[in-house]
């Protein structure tokens, strides 16, 4: 295991190296190229969710009770607390970036109107909060 960590170090600082190399000369060629690279993982990401949920031929001759445990309920409850997770953060992420952005030209020409805004992006923040409490709520029934 340490063996491949000793060699994908060097990999990984000679990518990032050439990646700020590009991006200095052709940002363009370096916003493609991560397109790129995350369209491919996207891609591995969902056949191998794919893979996963499929059934298995393994157990087919297994019983009807046997097949109706715990474990075909958990794995829905944890892609649910994901799914939750996730969209509540992109959700978040979105929110606070346009109301950010917002509440800083608002300071910047009015100065008294900082408690007003920090609560604007504080109840951006709320949606997040609320994801990971739905999540939490799932693992719980799991």
């Not at 046997?66 to 075909?72: I, L, S, W």
């Not at 917002?102 to 604007?120: C, D, H, K, Q, Y």
């Amino acid at each position: 295991m340490n063996a491949l960590w000793l060699g994908a170090v060097p990999g990984v600082l000679m990518v990032a190296w050439a990646v700020w190399r590009s991006a200095t000369r052709r940002p363009w060629l370096v916003t493609r190229a991560l397109v790129l690279v995350n369209a491919v993982l996207f891609a591995a990401a969902v056949s191998a969710a794919a893979l996963l949920l499929t059934p298995s031929r393994a157990g087919a001759g297994t019983t009807a009770v046997a097949q109706a445990g715990t474990g075909d309920a958990s794995w829905a409850a944890l892609l649910g607390a994901a799914i939750a997770v996730a969209g509540s953060s992109i959700g978040a992420a979105i929110a606070v970036a346009y109301t950010g952005a917002a509440a800083l030209a608002a300071l910047s020409e009015r100065p008294e109107l900082f408690g007003r805004a920090m609560v604007v992006v504080g109840l951006a923040e709320g949606i997040a909060i609320y994801g990971l409490i739905v999540a939490i709520i799932l693992i719980g029934k799991a």
